[in-house]
């Protein structure tokens, strides 16, 4: 997440304004999981204060899952309210459904992002 998500995330809070919070969450490469309770906690202690969690693609929906379920510790109605999903590409098979996608993609072949060529 830290490395295919942080670009469209930087570049949507720029247009927004918004600030942006970056952490890793590798399910393949590494499986570097950095828990950042802290950016839900913060979210929702506020009054109308909302997350979206942006990757660049939703593959399986390993990834996703996993921080959701994740967040959900503390208070799963709070997680339902205040947090929305969004990726650039999302493979139609996805076990999780993103709630915004930029394509919807319906092919197994492997995409590399213009961020990630050597």
């Given at each position: 997440?830290?490395?295919?998500?942080?670009?469209?995330?930087?570049?949507?809070?720029h247009i927004l304004n918004i600030p942006c919070e970056?952490?890793?969450?590798?399910?393949?490469?590494?499986?570097?999981?950095?828990?950042?309770?802290?950016?839900?906690?913060?979210?929702?202690?506020?009054?109308?204060?909302?997350?979206?969690?942006?990757?660049?693609?939703?593959?399986?929906?390993?990834?996703?899952?996993?921080?959701?379920?994740?967040?959900?510790?503390?208070?799963?109605?709070?997680?339902?309210?205040?947090?929305?999903?969004?990726?650039?590409?999302?493979?139609?098979?996805?076990?999780?459904?993103?709630?915004?996608?930029?394509?919807?993609?319906?092919?197994?072949?492997?995409?590399?992002?213009?961020?990630?060529?050597s």
């Amino acid at each position: 997440m830290a490395r295919g998500g942080a670009v469209p995330a930087v570049i949507l809070s720029h247009i927004l304004n918004i600030p942006c919070e970056i952490f890793t969450w590798q399910t393949r490469d590494g499986g570097v999981k950095e828990y950042r309770y802290d950016i839900i906690d913060d979210a929702i202690t506020g009054e109308n204060r909302n997350v979206l969690l942006i990757d660049d693609i939703n593959d399986t929906g390993l990834t996703f899952n996993q921080i959701i379920e994740n967040w959900k510790y503390n208070n799963p109605q709070l997680i339902d309210k205040h947090v929305r999903t969004a990726c650039l590409i999302e493979r139609v098979n996805s076990d999780f459904n993103v709630d915004f996608s930029g394509v919807r993609e319906d092919s197994e072949h492997w995409i590399v992002f213009p961020w990630e060529r050597s």
